[in-house]
C-alpha cells in the first residue's frame, strides 16, 4: 500500500500547514482520528460534519494503520 492508495486523503503546504487532510478541506485525519479515540462513532461524525462522506472516516483510519504499521515507537 502506498500512499497513491489514499484518495481521500489530501496534504497541501497551504492548508492546515500540510497535515493530512479529508479531500482538500480544512479538516485534519488526526481530528477524524482524535474524536474516534474519544469515543464518537462514524455515524456521530456523519452527523457533525454533513459534508463528510462514510469512505472519508473509513480511509482516515486505514490511513493511520498503514502510518502506524510503517514505524517502530518505543512507548515505554
Known sequence: ???EYFDRITQDPAVM??????RGMRL????????IGAGETIDELLIDYPYLEREDILQSLQYAAWL???RDVALA
Not at 17 to 22: A, F, T
Not at 28 to 35: A, D, M
Open 1 to 3: 500500500m502506498t500512499f
Open 17 to 22: 500547514g500540510g497535515k493530512p487532510c479529508i
Open 28 to 35: 485534519t485525519v488526526g481530528r477524524i482520528l482524535s474524536q
Open 68 to 70: 502506524a504499521q510503517g
